[in-house]
Structure formats: C-alpha cells, structure tokens
C-alpha cells in the first residue's frame, strides 16, 4: 500500500501569520504551523507537502502540479477565497478533493468574506479555530484515508 499523501497549501499574506494582525492571527507563524503538519503528517504516516505563495498563478501550478500525484489537498486560500474562480476551477479540473481552510472565522467578519468561491465544491470547511484548524484538518484527512481504505476491503 503507498503512502497517503496531502498538499498543504496557503494562499496570500498567510507567509505573515504572528506578525499580521495577531489579534486576529496569533502569534504562530506560518514556518510553526508547517513544522508541527509536518510532524503530526508524519506521526500519522501521511506524507505532507507544503506550499505558500502570494500569487494566483503559482498557486494554481501548484495544484496542476499536484494532479495524480496527492490524495487530498488542504487548502487556507486566504483572500483568493472571495476573488478565485481559477484556483476553484484548478481543483476541480484535476479533481482534487480538498477542505477549505481558515484562520478566523471568516463569517464574523466584513460581509464581502463571507462568499468562496470553493466552499461549495469543498469537501468541508473549516473556519474560526486559529491555527488549531490546521491540525484538525489533518485529522479529517488521516480519518477519510482510513475510511478509503475500509472500503476498499
């Protein structure tokens, strides 16, 4: 059986999580919450790859990249959220399964946050828990491999 495998991916300023707007973020850094997916990935026998960028295009390369070669996709797309259609339409188009992923809660916030353009083909979505939401998502993912494979039996 291979390993499992996820791509985690973080979109805009998410490279500026423990120094932007802490209040909102936190204190932990981005390089933080990457060290302990890696090692929560691995504890679980799940191979992680990381990713950030503050461009659309790489991020969307990413993806194409990531096509038939990664299980699930764990994406916090930051403001692409609200303005993305191509990296909704990458997902899709390489037919990636993939949880949306936030920091805040992005509902309790300005009211142009409250529309994604990927929540609805997302597998779920996670918003509100802090940096804590990423561990979960790891955990769904680890789950949902079990369960894959369950099936399969």
Request: proline share 3%; glycine share 10%; net charge neutral.
């Amino acid at each position: 059986m291979s390993k499992k495998s996820i791509l985690l991916i973080n979109g805009p300023n998410l490279n500026l999580l423990g120094t932007r707007e802490p209040h909102l973020y936190g204190s932990t850094t981005l390089a933080d919450v990457q060290t302990a997916a890696t090692k929560q990935a691995e504890q679980l026998g799940i191979q992680l790859y990381n990713f950030q960028s503050n461009w659309e295009g790489a991020i969307i390369d990413r993806i194409q990249e990531a096509r038939g070669k990664v299980d699930f996709v764990i994406i916090n797309p930051g403001a692409l959220t609200h303005t993305s259609v191509g990296a909704r339409d990458a997902l899709l188009g390489c037919d990636l399964p993939f949880l949306e992923l936030h920091v805040t809660n992005v509902h309790a916030r300005e009211p142009w946050r409250n529309h994604s353009y990927l929540s609805d083909k997302a597998v779920g979505v996670i918003c509100g828990l802090g940096v804590f939401g990423y561990k979960a998502a790891i955990d769904f993912a680890a789950q949902r491999f079990a369960s894959e494979g369950q099936a399969k039996l």
